[in-house]
Nanobody, 121 residues
Framework: QVQLVESGGGLVQPGGSLRLSCAVS????????MGWYRQAPGSQRELVAS???????NYTDSVKGRFTISRDNAKKMGYLQMNSLKPEDTAVYYC???????????????WGQGTQVTVSS
């Protein structure tokens, strides 16, 4: 079984910072990419940031310069550092990992349960 568990969400004032963590567990051969998605009320889920196994990163325009995605391959952890938070960043944030299990060539996406980030004064 594969499990992704997010942590680090909460309530923060505009301009503040939060660091989200994603712990991946299971009989994992390789994590090819990790990403953070978010979904605000009444909105579609969007990809916020992604990182490949080689360290290449991509960000949606609205968070460039403010958010940083990273990963620790040895610990099977993913992170999203969020600085200069704005009210429009308020959403449920989901961790995603594209990975393969031992004994399989197939790559599948797995999701965490989501963590609430609220930016409000």
């Amino acid at each position: 079984q594969v499990q992704l568990v997010e942590s680090g969400g909460g309530l923060v004032q505009p301009g503040g910072s939060l660091r989200l963590s994603c712990a991946v567990s299971g009989s994992i051969f390789s994590i090819y990419a990790m990403g953070w998605y978010r979904q605000a009320p009444g909105s579609q889920r969007e990809l916020v940031a992604s990182i490949t196994s080689g360290g290449s990163t991509n960000y949606t325009d609205s968070v460039k310069g403010r958010f940083t995605i990273s990963r620790d391959n040895a610990k099977k952890m993913g992170y999203l550092q969020m600085n200069s938070l704005k009210p429009e960043d308020t959403a449920v944030y989901y961790c995603n990992a594209a990975l393969s299990l031992w004994g399989s060539w197939e790559v599948h996406d797995y999701w965490g349960q989501g963590t609430q980030v609220t930016v409000s004064s």
